[in-house]
């Protein structure tokens, strides 16, 4: 089995990542972000539908009851998918990056138009998103992978990785 080990935070985050991808997923791109509730419901409140409609498709709305915290939840991850696919709001209009919930409530990723031809020239095939809020903020990350990633209860040894390929 692959021990992590590592002589600094940095090392040690890059060790648990590699070891879990291990031979099957590779990360197209990363991204991050993070939204103040407070504000974002002002901008609801003085915005209107029109607001609402120009930044979250009517699935977003229905999906966070147009509730401004699952809203934030939704924008901060629209961005975190621009941002691994190293664009952000104009390269790509808010609606080309869809955030849809799950039946379990799992955010999942849906794109259209600019957003769906940058993923496929850059050979995005799956994203994992999480989505979490927390005293005010809603904050998400976005990995893009270029095949499915599948995590496996035990690491991939160093013979195992290289017997795959």
């Known amino acids: 089995m692959t021990r992590l080990s590592a002589d600094s935070p940095l090392q040690a985050l890059q060790a648990a990542w590699d070891a879990s991808l291990g031979p099957v997923g590779h990360a197209v791109g990363v991204g991050i972000d993070l939204v103040e509730i407070e504000p974002l419901r002002q901008l609801i409140e003085a915005g209107g539908s029109a607001f609402l409609d120009a930044a979250w498709t009517a699935r977003e709305q229905q999906d966070a009851n147009t509730e401004a915290e ?38 999942d990723v849906r794109l259209h138009r600019a957003a769906r031809t940058m993923a496929r020239n850059q050979s995005v095939a799956s994203w994992h998103v999480s989505v979490t809020h927390e005293g005010g903020w809603a904050a998400a990350i976005a990995i893009a992978t270029s095949r499915h990633l599948q995590l496996t209860e035990r690491a991939v040894t160093a013979e195992e990785r290289r017997s795959l390929g």
């Open 70 to 107: 699952g809203l934030a939840g939704k924008w901060a991850a629209k961005e975190a998918v621009m941002k691994a696919l190293g664009h952000g709001i104009g390269d790509l209009e808010p609606l080309d990056v869809e955030i849809v919930s799950t039946p379990p409530g799992a955010p």
